[in-house]
């Protein structure tokens, strides 16, 4: 059977360097993504491209497989970095009152020794902060993370439409929800 494109014929060609290289390349993103996610992902933008593919040769033909790889590659460790930082920030929504830090119930968002334990147990905290977060309304989810944005409050309340005082009610309310969803769902 022969492939109908050439870019088949490429990728089925290239398929293993392509996963050696995804392997290669993507270490910090093996964290969070498997190695046939990462090249799966890869196949699905040569594909997107496939109207744009044209044959000059088998070394120029390689040399655009990889290069979109690479794209493929850099972009998902865009994405988890920007998730991982943005998460943090709403983390660290959690234990910014004072009286949640001195009941107790707030979580070390820094720990004094680093360690695998101290690791594992951050990545916890963080996911419980993305399942806690989208467990609040739509309208506190803005507020939550349009503070760790850092939007000016005007520019919040001009997006809801509601003034100055409000918007700044809203937000103070929104962060206490998160506050104690974070709290229950800790336990």
Sequence with gaps: MT??????ALLTEHGDALRRFASAHSRSLLRFESLDDVVSAIHVRVLAERERFVV?????????LFSIA???IADRIDYWSALKRR???VLRLTVSDVADARDGAAVQVSAKSPGPYTHAERREHLDLVVRVLAAL???DRRLVEWATEGIP???QARRLGIT???AQRAGVRARDRLRR???LAAR
């Excluded at 492939?3 to 088949?8: A, G, I, K, S, T």
């Excluded at 000059?56 to 655009?64: K, P, Q, V």
Aim: avoid cysteine; proline fraction near 9%; hydrophobic fraction near 35%.
């Design 3 to 8: 492939p109908e494109h050439p870019l088949d």
């Design 56 to 64: 000059i040769g088998d070394e120029a033909s390689r040399a655009w």
């Design 70 to 72: 690479r794209s493929v």
């Design 87 to 89: 998460r943090a920030a």
């Design 137 to 139: 309304p739509e309208r």
């Design 153 to 155: 409050l005007e520019e």
């Design 164 to 166: 100055h005082e409000a």
């Design 181 to 183: 969803a974070f709290r």
